[in-house]
Each structure stands twice: as C-alpha cells, then as structure tokens.
C-alpha cells in the first residue's frame, strides 16, 4: 500500500503494536497506521509473513518492524513485552487481533481438544499481552482496539468455542475501559462481520480469482449484501484509536454491513 501525501497524519510520533499483523485485519490495520505516521510493531508468530508486511510498509515509506509473539506462550508473551519496552519509552496505540478459528459442534465433543488453544490465543494470550504493555501505554496515555465478531452476538453452529471467546473480548473491553481510564487510555472492541481475509482465499488453487469471487458475489445475510475487506476494517479501527474518537470508550463498533441488526431484528431482539 503506497503513502498517499494527502492521507491524514493523526498518528505522527505515536507508536502502535498489532498482534496478528502479519496477515488479514492485522496486516490492513498495520498498514494504515504506518499510512497515517505511526511507527508499527507488527507483533506474530509468522515471521516470514510478518517480515513481508514490514518490508511492504517501509517500501511505502513508513516506519515498521516485527516482534516475535506466540500468544499461546506466557513465556513468550513476556519476552515480546520486554522487546519493545527496550525499542521505545511509551506506546500509544494497541491493536488485540490475533486468534484462531477451529471449528466443532457442542453435540459430538469436537471442540473439546480445541478448549485450550483457543482461550489461550483468543482470550487469555492478548489479554496478559495487554497486561505486559501497560506500564508502556500509561506513559503517554493512549487507546487499545480489540478484536470481537458478529459471531460474539449471534452464535453459529460449530464455532461455540470461537464465538464464546468474542463475547468475552466485548466484556472485558468494558472491564479494561473501567480499569484504564485513570491512565488516559481509551478501550474499544471492533466486531467485523463476514470479512474477505487470506483466512478464506489462500490455500485456493488460484487465490487471486478466488478473493475477487468473494468480493464481488452478493449474500443476503446482512444489509449491504457484500462482504468486507480488511481495510474497511481498518479504517474503523484507525479511527477508534485516534483522537477523533476521544470520548468514546468501553464500546464495541460492527463493522459488518448490517448483518448483526438486521439478524438480530429478524429474532424480534431490536425494535
């Protein structure tokens, strides 16, 4: 993604940490952070995609490198703190987006060998990650996004563990607002809806032909009737973060075409 001269500079001398920026939401998040000035941690397991990522962004000119973290690890999330507290004195911008996604129905037990992996990514990984930052991001004071879903709300067959994990990303964004408005850090949660990611495309036998399928036919699921991408997530979230949004705390943004207000008015929950 090339430095438009004319892209906002909202986060000039800030600087940002994205788990998961390796690849989909994460790497568009990156992106359009180092866009708008900050300096970017891309924080992942995936080096090699990670290192492409941070190549990509200073190749347009902004400013970027990876931390190695592997959210399922105490030990390494710790390792990945102290990182980039010896890079930097204070970090402003936090993006939780890193998870995993393993499918089972409650009925034949199959998300049971999935229970730990999944909580410990999802939920537990991103939140001592937060943790671990923290003396970082009380600094300067600043603003954290994480990632929910459509799924933390409406529930879908095979993916309880999943969804479960997302509604308590909403819940304990409201828990981190309460606890870290003294500091001056604002705490948001972003729920995507069906979001066209490599998650979707890339083990396709054509992956390009494939995402441009994605894109381009409509669902009747939600209101819009066309899925997302990643930048439109992005952009969401580059506006949570930023002071545009500074009196907006403890909430979650859809970011999902319509789909969770139009299935929740289908089940008479909204008037």
């Not at 490198?65 to 004195?89: F, G, K, Q, T, Y």
């Not at 396709?204 to 032909?209: E, G, Q, R, W, Y």
Request: glycine share 10%.
């Amino acid at each position: 993604m090339a430095l438009n001269p004319n892209t906002s500079s909202r986060f000039e001398g800030k600087t940002a940490l994205v788990s998961g920026g390796a690849s989909g939401i994460g790497r568009a998040t990156a992106e359009r952070l180092a866009a708008e000035g900050a300096r970017v941690f891309i924080a992942d397991l995936n080096e090699s995609m990670a290192d492409q990522t941070v190549a990509q962004i200073r190749a347009a000119g902004g400013s970027a490198a990876r931390v190695h973290v592997d959210l399922a690890d105490d030990d390494s999330v710790e390792h990945c703190a102290r990182e980039v507290a010896a890079e930097i004195p204070a970090l402003h911008l936090l993006v939780n987006n890193a998870a995993i996604l393993r499918q089972g129905r409650i009925e034949d037990g199959g998300w049971i060998e999935n229970w730990e992996i999944e909580t410990r990514i999802g939920l537990r990984g991103w939140v001592m990650l937060t943790q671990k930052l923290l003396p970082l991001l009380k600094a300067e004071g600043g603003a954290i996004v994480n990632l929910s879903s459509e799924g933390g709300y409406l529930g879908r067959p095979g993916m309880w563990v999943y969804d479960a994990i997302k509604a308590a990303v909403v819940s304990t964004t409201k828990t981190m607002a309460q606890e870290f408005t003294p500091y001056g850090i604002r705490v948001n949660a972003v729920a995507p809806g069906w979001i066209v990611t490599e998650m979707h495309f890339a083990h396709h036998p054509d992956p390009a032909a494939y995402k441009r399928e994605l894109e381009r036919t409509p669902i009747d699921s939600c209101l819009m009737q066309r899925r997302g991408g990643a930048e439109e997530v992005a952009s969401a979230i580059a506006f949570l973060l930023s002071d545009d949004a500074s009196y907006i705390t403890g909430t979650t943004l859809h970011v999902d075409g319509g789909r969770v207000g139009m299935n929740l008015g289908h089940l008479g929950l909204l008037e």
